[in-house]
């Protein structure tokens, strides 16, 4: 997952054209590898399920931190917008992009997973 967000943010300083939306994609993958680990910490296996439903799953697999969720289901519904813009929506900004990568990180080295035994 650090491999992908550091990526993610040399994209964003590179200022090539379309490089926002890159490093969006590289920090949904990134989101979605960190989802797998905390979800595998608590002894859960999603792996044929969609995000939508790993999300909901990583809800009822940490009651006790509903941060950790909401953050993760808010940066993955934006980080889906930005990826999948439609001709209508404005594109990512390198501010929204370095947020949402600063949300990711937190997810990363904020809130630890318990050891599956812990369960």
């Given at each position: 997952?650090?491999?992908?967000?550091?990526?993610?943010?040399?994209?964003?300083?590179?200022?090539?054209?379309?490089?926002?939306?890159?490093?969006?994609?590289?920090?949904r993958?990134?989101?979605?590898?960190?989802?797998?680990?905390?979800?595998?910490?608590?002894?859960?296996?999603?792996?044929?399920a969609?995000?939508?439903?790993?999300?909901?799953?990583?809800?009822?697999?940490?009651?006790?931190?509903?941060?950790?969720?909401?953050?993760?289901e808010y940066?993955?519904s934006r980080?889906?917008?930005t990826c999948?813009?439609?001709?209508?929506?404005?594109?990512?900004?390198?501010a929204?992009?370095?947020?949402?990568?600063?949300?990711v990180?937190?997810?990363?080295?904020?809130?630890?997973?318990?050891?599956s035994?812990?369960?």
């Open positions: 997952m650090t491999d992908l967000l550091t990526r993610a943010r040399a994209q964003l300083d590179s200022g090539e054209p379309h490089a926002v939306r890159r490093a969006c994609w590289l920090t993958a990134a989101l979605e590898e960190r989802v797998q680990v905390l979800l595998a910490a608590k002894g859960i296996s999603a792996a044929g969609s995000e939508r439903s790993r999300l909901t799953c990583l809800e009822g697999a940490y009651p006790e931190n509903r941060e950790l969720s909401g953050q993760a940066a993955w980080l889906s917008e999948h813009q439609h001709a209508y929506h404005l594109a990512p900004t390198r929204e992009a370095s947020h949402l990568i600063e949300v990180e937190w997810l990363r080295i904020g809130p630890e997973p318990a050891a035994g812990d369960t």
